[in-house]
């Protein structure tokens, strides 16, 4: 199965992400992809990805991790049904006895 997931560059404490479509059975290290869609800057926000080959491996089954769901979306491309809401963070309280509101 292909997934479409970040692979990291750059200098420690400055990274830079490449956009790729890899084989789920390899990590992103292992430096094996079948193709290079975008990259992704953190400290810019900048993004940059051809939406028309993202396109093209969505509907051939490729599955984005949640991050780059959400690359995807910003940039305008239409996500299919089954790939999950990115933007929907369920989000759960670890230790509510120690909240201040819980304290005596």
Do not use: C
């Amino acid at each position: 199965m292909l997934t479409i997931r970040l692979q990291r560059g750059g200098r420690k404490g400055h990274p830079h992400y490449r956009v790729i479509v890899q084989d789920s059975r390899f990590s992103p290290t292992s430096g094996r992809y079948a193709a290079m869609i975008g990259t992704y800057d953190p400290h810019t926000k900048a993004t940059k990805i051809d939406t028309a080959k993202a396109e093209h491996y969505l509907s051939n089954g490729a599955q984005p991790s949640p991050r780059v769901a959400a690359l995807l979306k910003s940039n305008g491309v239409k996500l299919p049904s089954w790939v999950k809401d990115p933007s929907v963070k369920a989000k759960s309280i670890r230790n509510v006895g120690k909240l201040k509101r819980n304290t005596p």
